[in-house]
């Protein structure tokens, strides 16, 4: 079993024991792999025609909707199945990062995370920003989630894919799982390659400069059209001109530091239509109305 069969188990093992497929969005790394083998099983063309193999990772990051995360009792059943299916809270980061191990030693870690807070901040407690909680008592609730405000349409964008795997007694299982849409994963990536750019630790921004590509590479023309719209409808956003600002400062020539960095990731490959990555980056963000 490799790495992105491990993570499906342990995604669908909680998606079944939550019994709500609608109330979990799929990002990161993992959201990725989905998207892409979903592509891969279907007709549909996307923007550009080369793609990289899959990015290893151990993380599920696991967004909550907001009508799930303010409600004490759905939040509360979400907490206690995590830890019936053997995860326990992460040293440091509790209590919205949890892992476990399975019986091959192999490690699978989510990361709880919610979109912008909007309407429902004043349900939410929000005293020990970016960490979240539904409001109750002090004490009764092992559960926080990580506030990323730049995930611009969320709740209202994900879009379904059908993941299939195996159950605890071998049997066949398919679930609907939602991951965000391409223009959320832009913003969302943007900002990451921002902050770990110049972090050796964290492998100085190649994992997200290679993330944008992907999305960019995967996205339709329908979800094209899409994104260019979003910009265009949230070009006067703060958040928005930020990401507008990483674009022009780090992907808008070759000698840019976000596509040095993209070309420094093990993945990528010479036939990278990298000019045209730039250009879609550039028109999703523009200042232009759409």
């Given amino acids: 079993m490799n790495a992105f069969e491990v993570l499906k188990t342990a ?6 024991a939550v019994g709500d497929e609608s109330s979990l969005i799929v990002g990161g790394g993992f959201g990725l792999y989905l998207r892409q083998e979903q592509l891969r099983q279907s007709d549909e063309r996307t923007l550009l025609d080369r793609l990289p193999e899959p990015r290893a990772t151990n993380d599920i990051d696991l967004f909550l909707r907001m009508e799930v995360l303010v409600c004490v009792e759905r939040v509360r059943a979400l907490q206690q199945t995590i ?7 992460v040293a440091g980061a509790k ?4 892992e476990r191990r399975d019986q091959a030693g192999r490690q699978v870690k989510i990361d709880l995370l919610c979109g912008p807070l909007g309407e429902f901040a004043g349900r939410l407690y ?11 008592l002090k004490g009764t ?4 989630a990580r506030w990323t405000d730049q995930a611009i349409e969320l709740d209202t964008r994900a879009r379904p894919i059908v993941m299939e795997g195996h159950g605890p007694d071998g049997e066949d299982v398919s679930r609907t799982i939602h991951v965000p849409h391409p223009f959320t994963y832009l913003m969302m990536k943007l900002f990451a390659f921002d902050d770990r750019k110049d972090d050796e630790k964290k492998d100085v921004g190649r994992h997200h400069a290679m993330d944008l590509y992907r999305i960019v590479a995967m996205m339709t023309e329908p979800e094209y059209e899409q994104a260019l719209a979003l910009g265009a409808t949230y070009r006067g956003d703060q958040r928005v001109t930020r990401a507008r600002q990483i674009v022009s400062d780090h992907f ?4 840019d ?18 000019a045209d990555f730039g250009r879609v980056l550039s028109e999703v963000f523009s200042t232009a109305p759409a």
Wanted: proline content about 9%; charged content about 30%; glycine content about 4%.
């Fill in 257 to 274: 530091l976000g596509t040095l960095r993209l070309r420094e990731h093990p993945l990528f490959r010479d036939e990278f239509p990298i």
């Fill in 252 to 255: 808008d020539k070759s000698t």
């Fill in 83 to 89: 830890e019936q299916l053997g995860f326990e809270p």
């Fill in 95 to 98: 209590y919205f990062q949890w």
């Fill in 11 to 16: 995604l669908l093992d909680l998606v079944r």
């Fill in 141 to 144: 609730l092992r559960f926080h």
């Fill in 126 to 136: 929000t005293n020990r920003l970016p960490r979240v909680r539904p409001k109750t």
